[in-house]
């Protein structure tokens, strides 16, 4: 059985094979049920998440993963995110690999993002602005330069210190990189705002994004939560990961629709649609998109089977 730490976990899921690895399995191939949401409370402070998300493709894999998410642990210097993922056999059951599961969350999460971004944002995109400062902000900048000509990156946090170090790590992804006070100002330059936050208000304002702009929402998953107003929401053509996630756990999608500011048919495709041509993407240069994700069990498996052939097939060239 394999067992991969972190860092190997990381090593093994390059961002231009891991967002192939996605674009593959939402073609088609894979089946994910339902995921397990539980609130866990946690005494004098925000209550904690567990997720358990299985997927499998028939006769080839299956996984599992255990992902807890406590809000509190910033103020302890602790990832707010841990979780470990377990592989095995779609043939025989038998357990092939576990590893970290946060650093898979992390880097599937980013290129789920630059995945729909393919599809979404304008081929020329240049200018992107990092909304949050927390584990999740280096990744989706990397993965969003995949896909894009990112030559800018801008990056607004509450925690102008924790800005500063995300602005020298992603220095080294070949982009100018420089913080940024005033948001408003920031987003409405940007062809790409990418929100990783856990907000439980809109930071994002319809008003300042410019004609073809792609809002990327990545941060908020519970109903209570929001990273964009209902004028971002009216104003954009509005894709999802899944339409079973969005409809039951984003909040920038759940609000909007009680209020009675979309209703569902304004959602226009998921990454299922996009990845396999059902449903078309950006449509002109000035179209607004924006793309909700909450995480799917598929991205997962696909990244976990990455990372097992990747060092498999590492092992057998080195022999």
């Given at each position: 059985m394999l067992v991969l730490d972190s860092a190997e976990t990381r090593n093994a899921l390059p961002f231009p094979a891991l967002i192939e690895a996605l674009r593959a399995i939402f073609s088609g191939g894979g089946t994910a049920p339902p995921r397990h949401h539980h609130e866990m409370e946690v005494p004098g402070e925000a209550a904690a998440t567990l997720l358990l998300m299985p997927a499998w493709v028939a006769g080839r894999y299956f996984g599992v993963k255990m992902v807890s998410v406590f809000p509190g642990n910033g103020g302890r210097g602790l990832p707010a995110i841990f979780g470990s993922y377990?592989?095995?056999?779609?043939?025989?059951?038998?357990?092939?690999?576990?590893?970290?599961?946060?650093?898979?969350?992390?880097?599937?999460?980013?290129?789920?993002?630059?995945?729909a971004s393919s599809y979404l944002s304008r081929p020329d995109a240049s200018t992107m602005l990092m909304v949050g400062t927390g584990r999740l902000s280096l990744n989706l900048i990397e993965?969003?330069?995949?896909?894009?000509?990112?030559?800018r990156v801008l990056i607004w946090g509450r925690d102008h210190a924790k800005a500063q170090a995300i602005a020298q790590?992603?220095?080294?992804?070949?982009?100018?990189?420089?913080?940024?006070?005033?948001?408003?100002?920031?987003?409405?330059?940007?062809?790409?705002?990418?929100?990783?936050?856990?907000?439980?208000?809109?930071l994002i304002h319809g008003d300042w994004l410019k004609q073809g702009a792609h809002l990327d929402l990545v941060g908020a998953f519970k109903p209570s939560m929001r990273e964009s107003d209902d004028?971002?929401?009216?104003?954009?053509?509005?894709?999802?990961?899944?339409?079973?996630?969005?409809?039951?756990?984003a909040g920038d999608i759940l609000q909007p629709l009680k209020a009675g500011v979309i209703d569902?048919?304004?959602?226009?495709?998921?990454?299922?649609?996009?990845?396999s041509g059902r449903t078309a993407g950006r449509s002109?240069?000035?179209?607004?998109?924006?793309?909700?994700?909450?995480?799917?069990?598929?991205?997962?498996?696909?990244?976990?089977?990455?990372a097992l052939e990747q060092v498999q097939r590492k092992a057998a060239e080195e022999l």
């Open positions: 377990l592989l095995s056999s779609g043939l025989t059951g038998e357990l092939l690999a576990v590893m970290d599961g946060g650093e898979l969350t992390a880097r599937r999460t980013a290129a789920a993002s630059a995945l993965a969003h330069a995949v896909v894009r000509p990112l030559s790590y992603a220095a080294g992804f070949g982009v100018s990189v420089e913080t940024v006070a005033d948001l408003e100002e920031a987003a409405r330059q940007a062809d790409i705002i990418s929100c990783a936050t856990l907000s439980e208000q809109p004028r971002a929401v009216s104003r954009a053509s509005l894709f999802v990961d899944t339409y079973e996630g969005a409809l039951s756990e569902r048919d304004a959602l226009k495709a998921d990454l299922a649609e996009l990845c002109s240069a000035d179209e607004i998109t924006l793309f909700k994700s909450v995480g799917a069990s598929i991205e997962d498996l696909a990244g976990a089977i990455l």
